[in-house]
């Protein structure tokens, strides 16, 4: 059982920055991987960035070079770097995880679930 809840959401103008973290309970002795999620109105759940057991780290194309994924030693903690944000990256933001050596992108590959937290970037 991994326990996820994000916070760190809010409203932005473009061009600017937020971080998102995720305070994560898991089983210290499994392998795990994270992955940040987005979900736009009306849009399907897209991965955003993902963190593998060994912090091996994949981006979206549309986020690459603005956004960053990192963790804290402990893995307790997931982050995620929002900068030069732009309005079409408003969206719920939701951390996942899975007992697992490999991350994906895909949200089939996740079996725990934060709530979400509301991104808005206003033009």
């Known amino acids: 059982q991994v326990q996820l809840v994000e916070s760190g959401g809010g409203s932005v103008q473009a061009g600017g920055s937020l971080r998102l973290s995720c305070a994560a309970s898991a089983y210290a002795y499994a392998p795990l991987s994270m992955a940040w999620f987005r979900q736009a109105p009306g849009k399907e759940r897209e991965g955003v960035a993902t963190?593998?057991?060994?912090?091996?780290?994949t981006y979206a194309d549309s986020v690459k070079g603005r956004f960053t994924i990192s963790q804290d030693n402990s893995k307790n903690t997931l982050y995620l770097q929002m900068n030069s944000l732009k309005p079409e990256d408003t969206a719920m933001y939701y951390c996942?995880?899975?007992?697992?050596?490999?991350?994906?992108?895909?949200?089939?590959?996740?079996?725990?679930w934060g709530q979400g937290t509301q991104v808005t970037v206003s033009s």
């Open positions: 963190i593998d057991n060994d912090a091996g780290t």
């Open positions: 996942a995880a899975a007992y697992t050596y490999w991350a994906s992108l895909s949200p089939a590959d996740y079996n725990y």
